[in-house]
C-alpha cells in the first residue's frame, strides 16, 4: 500500500494493537488474519503452539502486541505483511462479524487508523510532489547549463572561424578592422561587457582626440583595448598612445594591447614603467588568441591571470600556458 509506513510508528502500532484484536472474534480467526496479511511461520508458531497446547493462557491483545512489534522490527523482510496489515484493518466493513460489544469501538479504532494512514499518505504525497519538483528544477537547471555550453562552444567556434580568416586576408586595412569584430565577438561570448571602437572629440572644435578599438568590462575593472596586425614588432612608438590614454584617465581603466607580431624589449619595459605612474597594462599576440581558443581555455581566466602578472609581478607580457 502506496505511502504505508516503512516502520510502524508508535501510535499507529498502539492502535492496531488494540483493534486486530476487535476485528477478530475468535482466537482461531486473529491467527488467521496474521496468516492472512503474510507473517511469516517462524512468528506465528509460538502462537500458534501456545493456542494449540494452552488455549485459555492464548490473549488475543498479548499475541497482537507481539506479533505486530516482531514484523515492525524486520525491516524489508516483513514490509509485505506490515502493508497488508495496514490495507485489511482500513478496509474492513463488516463490523457485525465482531463482538456486539466490540464493534463501536472497533468501528472507532478502524476509522482513527484510516485517518492515521491518510495522513502519512498526504505527507508522503507531498514529499514526493516536492522531490518531483526539485528534481525537475534540477534538471532543467543542468539542462541550461548543458545548453549554454554548447551555445558559447558554438559561438566561440564561430568566432575562432572569424578569426583564421583574417589570415588569407591580403588588405592591412580591412584586415585590422575585422581583427577588433571578431575579438569584441569573443568578448561577448564570454558575457564581458563590451563597448565598440569609439572616437573621443575635442570640445573645443578639434575634432577626433582619441580612436579607441574597443572597451571590455571584468570583475568591475575597465580595459582599453587597442588592436594591431602589423608584420612589424610593436615598439615603444606603437605603445605609448594607448598608455598615455590609461594615464589620461588618472588609472581608472586598464589596458590591453593585442598584435599580429611580437613587441621589442623597449616596448615591454616602457609598460613596466608605466606601472609607476598607474597604467597597468598587458600586452597579448593574436597567436596566443588563437592558442587559447585551440585548447578551449577560459578568456577571462586567461586575461585575469595577464594583468595579474603585469601588476603583481611587473610582466606586462607573460604567456599564458
Not at 475468535?26 to 506465528?44: P, Y
Request: charged share 30%; proline share 3%.
Amino acid at each position: 500500500m502506496k505511502g504505508t509506513p516503512y516502520h510502524y510508528p508508535p501510535e499507529l502500532l498502539k492502535v492496531l494493537i488494540d483493534v486486530i484484536p476487535k476485528l477478530c472474534k475468535s482466537k482461531n480467526d486473529l491467527i488467521l488474519f496474521f496468516k492472512g496479511a503474510g507473517v511469516s511461520k517462524q512468528i506465528l508458531k509460538p502462537h500458534e503452539d501456545l493456542l494449540k497446547n494452552n488455549r485459555n493462557e492464548f490473549n488475543k491483545y498479548h499475541a497482537s502486541r507481539e506479533i505486530l512489534s516482531a514484523i515492525n522490527e524486520q525491516g524489508d523482510k516483513s514490509l509485505a505483511a506490515r502493508r497488508e496489515v495496514i490495507k485489511r484493518v482500513t478496509e474492513f466493513e463488516d463490523f457485525s462479524v465482531c463482538w456486539p460489544n466490540d464493534q463501536a469501538a472497533a468501528r472507532g479504532l478502524v476509522v482513527q487508523v484510516r485517518d492515521m494512514v491518510n495522513v502519512k499518505d498526504a505527507f508522503t504525497r507531498m514529499k514526493i510532489e516536492k522531490d518531483e519538483e526539485k528534481r525537475k528544477r534540477i534538471q532543467q537547471q543542468q539542462q541550461t547549463i548543458v545548453y549554454e555550453k554548447e551555445k558559447r562552444r558554438n559561438q566561440i567556434q564561430a568566432v575562432k572561424k572569424e578569426l583564421f580568416s583574417l589570415f588569407k586576408e591580403e588588405n592591412a586595412q580591412k584586415r585590422g578592422k575585422a581583427l577588433e569584430n571578431v575579438l569584441n565577438n569573443l568578448f561577448v561570448c564570454y558575457d564581458m561587457s563590451v563597448r565598440e571602437a569609439f572616437t573621443i572629440k575635442g570640445k573645443c572644435g578639434e575634432g577626433i582626440i582619441e580612436q579607441i578599438d574597443g572597451l571590455v568590462e571584468l570583475e568591475g575593472h575597465l580595459y582599453l583595448v587597442e588592436m594591431k596586425w602589423w608584420n612589424s614588432p610593436i615598439g615603444t612608438a606603437e605603445i605609448s598612445p594607448h598608455l598615455v590614454r590609461l594615464f589620461n584617465r588618472g588609472g581608472q581603466t586598464r589596458g590591453l594591447f593585442i598584435s599580429y607580431s611580437n613587441y621589442t624589449q623597449p616596448a615591454i619595459t616602457t609598460c613596466r614603467d608605466a606601472l609607476s605612474g598607474g597604467a597597468a597594462i598587458t600586452l597579448s599576440t593574436v597567436k596566443e588568441i588563437v592558442k587559447l581558443l585551440e585548447d578551449e581555455k577560459d578568456l577571462k581566466v586567461w586575461l585575469k591571470t595577464k594583468i595579474n602578472a603585469a601588476i603583481i609581478d611587473k610582466e606586462p607580457h607573460i604567456i599564458v600556458e
